[in-house]
């Protein structure tokens, strides 16, 4: 193709008013650094991807085979295959108490991704005008998909000692006349930490007797090291204003598959169902049968679960107890989900942060990859994951102490 003089005079693109205040996603770009440098042939410890690094277990893998042998290369419904849904609904009603309303085929949509899943949800139920309490430091993409639905995501910050997860006082006194809904993510990305079922259950109680919408992002639950992670399906008093997200990616290892889900009531099932209908339509056909494989064969998933959950606990008390052993920066308990979040504010200053200046120098001069936390809200923080192998971890751990004491000491 020849450019002509007017191709190369052309008015250079401006975004539309959807997307000016869009950001990429921090975590998939430090992935991509640490890839490209790799490729480059540095040494790169990626510490920065949220991804398990356990292959998809082999039944799965089997299911989606013979699931393409069997035809499944077409299009179906928007919302999903209905054993799939089925299938979910019943394992959400293996979580609700006695006598609550039962979850039917009908409330769910599943998206391409958990990620899809929320976005729709937000989408949907949020507008210009919605103030929506994110409890802050959060995954990084919540920001931006309530941007995107033109509402306005309200950080609430928590305390150290509570895991930095905000409790109902505090998301009380953030609340205002235009306070529309609240996103919930326990086991949280960033940190790890967990709200405890009395917390949970207080946390919806406030949202119920407020009248807000309450999206809770539940894709880490499976990942738990100090006993179950509370799902809000266990906990509400009712769920005529509660969307329930989760998926397969995390507890699985299938984060290629890209299959997640949105339980919801009828009404937002459907509006979620005719948005999708208009972006994507249906999730990958052969990935719901690999998932559909996932949820309805436990005597083969639950062992692979327990197995990577139990190789996660391992290597988070292996951390911990680096941590333990000299000056450390101080860091949020870990009780699931696969991250440290590392307080790094007295080892680094830089225009956009701390974490922003010390994430440069890890991966610069040290060959670790870690997310800065001005991502999540946190610009003092760094995250980072121990979905790697043990070694790797570890060492990477040592490289950010030693880091941190050497900066620390120069200040």
């Known amino acids: 193709m020849t450019l002509t003089a007017a191709d190369a005079t052309a008015a250079p693109f401006v975004p539309s008013g959807n997307i000016t205040q869009l950001r990429e996603s921090a975590t998939i770009a430090a992935s991509a650094r640490a890839k490209a440098l790799r490729a480059q042939g540095r040494p790169i410890i990626d510490l920065g991807a949220g991804e398990p690094d356990f292959d998809t277990p082999a039944f799965i893998r089997d299911a989606a085979k013979a699931a393409l042998d069997a035809g499944a290369t077409r299009y179906t419904a928007t919302e999903g295959i209905l054993p799939l849904r089925e299938a979910i609904a019943s394992r959400a009603n293996a979580l609700l108490p006695a006598g609550a309303a039962p979850v039917a085929a009908g409330d769910i949509v599943v998206g391409n991704g958990t990620k899809q899943a929320l976005f729709n949800a937000c989408f949907v139920l949020f507008g210009p005008g919605d103030d929506v309490l994110v409890p802050t430091p959060a995954w990084v993409s919540y920001y931006e998909m309530l941007g995107l639905s033109r509402a306005n995501a309200v950080a609430v910050p928590g305390r150290l000692a509570d895991g930095l997860l905000p409790d109902v006082d505090a998301l009380a006194r953030a609340a205002t006349a235009r306070t529309r809904g609240l996103m919930l993510n326990s086991p949280c990305n960033p940190t790890g930490a967990v709200y405890g079922r009395d917390q949970l259950a207080g946390i919806l109680a406030l949202a119920a007797e407020r009248d807000w919408w309450v999206i809770s992002d539940e894709i880490y639950r499976r990942i738990a090291y100090d006993g179950p992670a509370a799902s809000a399906f266990e906990v509400a008093a009712q769920r005529d204003r ?167 000491s120069s200040r």
């Not at 299938?254 to 249906?282: D, E, F, K």
């Not at 680096?322 to 680094?348: I, N, T």
């Open 242 to 408: 509660l969307v329930v997200v989760d998926g397969v990616a995390k507890s699985y290892a299938m984060t290629g598959w890209r299959i997640g889900w949105a339980v919801a009531p009828r009404a937002v099932a459907q509006a979620i169902g005719n948005l999708q209908s208009h972006t994507t339509s249906n999730a990958a056909t052969v990935s719901q049968h690999a998932a559909l494989a996932a949820l309805t064969r436990p005597a083969e998933a639950e062992p692979a679960i327990a197995a990577m959950v139990a190789e996660f606990r391992a290597r988070r008390d292996a951390c911990l107890a680096l941590l333990a052993g000299g000056e450390s920066p101080p860091a949020v308990h870990p009780a699931g989900a696969f991250y440290l979040f590392l307080d790094v504010s007295a080892a680094a200053r830089g225009p956009d942060g701390a974490g922003a200046a010390f994430a440069a120098t890890m991966l610069e001069q040290h060959d670790v990859a870690v997310v800065a936390g001005n991502a999540f809200g946190a610009p003092g923080w760094v995250r980072m994951s121990y979905a790697a192998p043990t070694a790797d971890v570890l060492e990477g751990l040592r490289r950010i102490v030693s880091a941190w004491r050497t900066g620390r």
